[in-house]
């Protein structure tokens, strides 16, 4: 700061002409569009912890076999309708660290039904990292390693067990497997017919895109269960599960696509006119690489962020038809296979703990609901 | 004038429709390999009752199952004459169950009405649940009214259907001494309507439309709060506010009416899920409807039965999309539909 001789004060600075361009209106705006998506993101306090929730269930999955005590199909015929036992730490008021109580079925000749008596004088540790029934990890290794099992001569059924003297808890961590998965192959079965069609429909226009659209209306206007059923009503009967599976994912996956091939579509024939489109084609770029190259990338994110929104609906599809027994079928382990057996309402009043299937259902569906609405405000890090 | 002319083109385009998805849903149906008659005389065969082939083998010719697809398709509908003349869906001659050995008329006869109350009954309920949650929840927006009505529109939307309709069922009838399963009382069924069959109808109608509206209300009112949020950022909201208005007043007055239309449009989209769960939910709660008809003809390959329920479902949804879009033309005059140009 310098005073000159007739009293004014002048900066030492110099002067800068471009100052004003060079500041940023907006500095929290210094990154790559991915670190501010996840920025944004992060205040989703919500989505946030559905994310990673899902996702540590999602990595789980290959691991459950190891997780569960028992393996999904392994039938312990005295113990059929057993309830969820507790597992205690203290016994008469001394540590003994985690252990069950052994149970004992009893006839009860009035109600004919089993009773299970706690015998609360032995406790029994539980075994870690012990051996019992095999199974593979990952689908892969075979093995029998489990992270707990039942001490001998105890059950550890933290949830119950079914009609056939099975898991509940262990079976869930199976069921999780295939309802999980379903969604994501489902998914990608509409993703994939929804962005081709879309993007048809949008890029080239005219003919094409008039008859992709009636189908899009025709398809979005009629109600998705009752051709979810006749489709899987029409699976011959002979499959395997894994081809059944499949098949399942498949057919919730192609009812699905009008919805994202509708907003793929509007997009597309916005972002045609563009200049930078027009430049492509000039330079002699194919349609396809036009549309792979430039156009999708646009709005790739978006299309995620409903996906994410839309996968729920095929697990709740899925849960559905195997529900009503048109979907899965009894050796395949899902949740909606699991309560087929809740479909008796007798059984759920007698035994409420083989409608546990639906809690995680409700979550997991919850956690995508939450996730996606997170992905989908956070998807423009431009706006305020 | 214009809403006329809009109202016929609407009802040309559904027929349209309803043709193309007839194709469709009989291409669904033919999806198994052979029919039920067939899979009857391999059945007859196995067990050694030549006598019974015959039969069969007449019954095949008599339905032309022993045509061509196409050939097939087009007598079904009544395109070209079959055995017995033009005698398709468009002639009223549903066909016949081969499961039941009936007319299909005759098999599904009451439960289509019941169908289209049940479905009526729970769209009711979604306007009259998702108009005041919703806009309460707008108007008090970021207050323990719009955190709880959020809660529990989420729920409602991630809570499948079916499961829904076992925790009414058991818990309606244990608390509330609600019936369960069925449409009426056991003793009204087939006699005529009197006073008590419509009391004994409406009281076991609570449970369905709940569970089959809840999931549809939940995505209303969201819609609904989204919508009227937008609305209330809005200048005039400021000015009707500056003059005095009370806000109960002002919010019925502008607002609302600028919210409305996307209400009252959207029934169409929510039209085909609530049928789907409809459907759904009479197979768990054992409704006459048409649920369980279309689940025992699916399984059983009940062609023409399977194939009446699932176009009669179709019909339902395009009428009622179509009733939701002229309803959306009475309601704003300012919206002017052309027929889209190519």
Known sequence: MTQLPDGRFVDDEPFDPNANVQTLDRADLDAPNLVLVWRKFKKHRLGLISGIFLLFCYVMLPFVGFIAPYTANERNSEYLYAPPQSIHYYHEGEFVGPFVYPTVSEANLKTFQWEFVEDTTRPMP????????????????????????APEGATVFLWGSDRLGRGVFSRILYGAQLSLTVGLIGISVSFFLGISLGSMAGYFGGR??????????????LPELPLWLALSAAVPSNWGPVSVFFIISVILGILDWPGLARSVRAKFLSLREE???????????????????????????????????????????????????????????????????????????IYPWIAIPMLPIIIIVLAFNFLGDGLRDSLDPYSD | MAILKYAIYRFGTMILTLWVVSILIFA?????????????????????????????????????????????????????????????????????????????????????WLTVLVNLAAVLFVYLVALPLGVLAAAKSKTWVDYSAAFVGYLGLATPNFLLALIMFYYGHKYFDLPIGGLMDPSFEGEPMSLDKVKSILVHLIVPTFVIGTSGAAAMMQRLRANLLDELGKPYVETAIAKGM???????????????????????????????????????????????TLLTALKTQDQFLAGFVLMFVALLTLFGTMISDVMLMLLDPRIQYEGREK
């Open chain 1, 126 to 149: 539980l075994k870690f990292f012990c051996e019992a029934g095999t199974y593979n990890l990952a689908g892969l290794i075979p093995t029998n390693r489990h992270l707990f099992c």
């Open chain 1, 208 to 221: 094409i895109d008039w008859t992709i659209n009636r189908v899009i209306e025709v398809l979005r206007s």
């Open chain 1, 275 to 349: 200049e930078y489109v027009r430049a492509a084609e000039m330079m002699g770029a194919s349609s396809s690489r036009v549309i792979r190259k430039h156009l999708l990338p646009n709005f790739m994110s978006h299309l995620i962020a409903s996906a994410t929104l839309s996968i729920p609906a095929m697990i709740l599809g899925e849960t559905a038809l195997s529900f009503l027994g048109l979907g899965l079928r009894a050796p395949a382990v899902s949740w909606g296979v699991m309560l087929n057996d809740a479909q008796n309402l007798t059984s759920v009043e």
């Open chain 2, 28 to 112: 669904i149906i033919n999806l198994p390999p052979g029919d039920y008659l067939s899979n009857q005389i391999a059945e007859l065969r196995a067990s050694g009752q030549t006598s019974g082939v015959a039969k069969v083998e007449f019954l095949r010719k008599e339905y032309a199952l022993d045509r061509s697809l196409t050939a097939q398709y087009l007598i079904w509908v009544g395109f070209i004459p079959g055995p017995q003349g033009f005698s398709g869906l468009i002639q009223g001659n549903f066909g016949w169950s081969f499961e039941f050995d009936r007319p299909v008329a005759e098999i599904v006869g009451d439960s289509l």
């Open chain 2, 246 to 292: 009370s806000p109960p007043r002002m919010l019925a007055k502008y607002p609302l009416r600028m919210a409305f239309n996307p209400f009252v449009a959207d029934i169409g989209n929510l039209l085909p899920s609530m049928i789907s769960g409809s459907v759904l939910v009479s197979v768990v709660l054992g409704l006459q409807t048409i649920g369980p």
